[in-house]
């Protein structure tokens, strides 16, 4: 995944601004996307919540210091954005919609590619089910392949608490996973 990591003269002219953002939408919109999806977003709500996160980094874009990588810094305001967003989503859900309807709608689902759907669908619901602060990490390390550092700077935590938060993270999914098998 390429990754814009060049902040030289952003913000120093206005149309300069213009096409960095430009080129910044194309290159990151789709990862952007998936990584609402990862947070546990539901599909018909992902691009409007990448267009959120889009319009919050035009709307600061004057702010970026460029003391770390631009993606980064669009990650950053993703993952605040997200967190936000599912908790409120979840909020009005819960008092529309029991949850054993939720997922009758998942189960029974049968044919070709039933097994790989249905495991793919519970590694999903584990991930989701994990707390916000161990799903954050876990997403960006593991499904992003952030790098430690990358994922610190992103969620401005230390890096031993990235690993700790990647550690309990793994030993939670493992658990939820335990005996199951597709």
């Given at each position: 995944m390429e990754r814009i990591q060049a902040a030289d003269g952003l913000g120093t002219d206005v149309a300069h601004a213009a096409e960095s953002l430009e080129a910044l939408y194309r290159q990151e919109y789709r990862r952007i996307r998936l990584l609402a999806w990862r947070?546990?977003?539901?599909?018909?709500?992902?691009?409007?919540?990448?267009?959120?996160?889009?319009?919050?980094?035009?709307a600061g874009f004057d702010r970026f210091r460029g003391d770390c990588a631009l993606s980064t810094w669009l990650t950053r305001i993703a993952?605040?954005?997200?967190?936000?967003?599912?908790?409120?989503?979840?909020?009005?859900?819960?008092?529309?919609?029991?949850?054993?309807?939720a997922t009758e709608r998942?189960?029974?689902r049968d044919g070709p590619?039933?097994?790989?759907?249905?495991a793919h669908e519970r590694a999903v619901t584990c991930v989701r089910r994990l707390p916000v602060k161990l799903r954050q990490v876990f997403v960006l390390r593991h499904l992003e392949e952030m790098n430690c550092r990358e994922v610190a700077e992103t969620l401005d935590i230390?890096?031993?608490?990235?690993?700790?938060?990647?550690?309990h993270a793994c030993r939670k999914l493992r658990g939820m996973l335990k005996g199951y098998e597709p």
């Open positions: 947070f546990g977003l539901p599909e018909d709500e992902l691009d409007d919540a990448a267009q959120d996160v889009f319009a919050r980094v035009c993952v605040n954005h997200f967190t936000l967003r599912r908790r409120a989503l979840f909020r009005r859900l819960r008092t529309f919609v029991p949850h054993s309807e998942v189960a029974g590619g039933a097994e790989a759907r249905e230390p890096e031993a608490t990235v690993r700790t938060r990647s550690y």
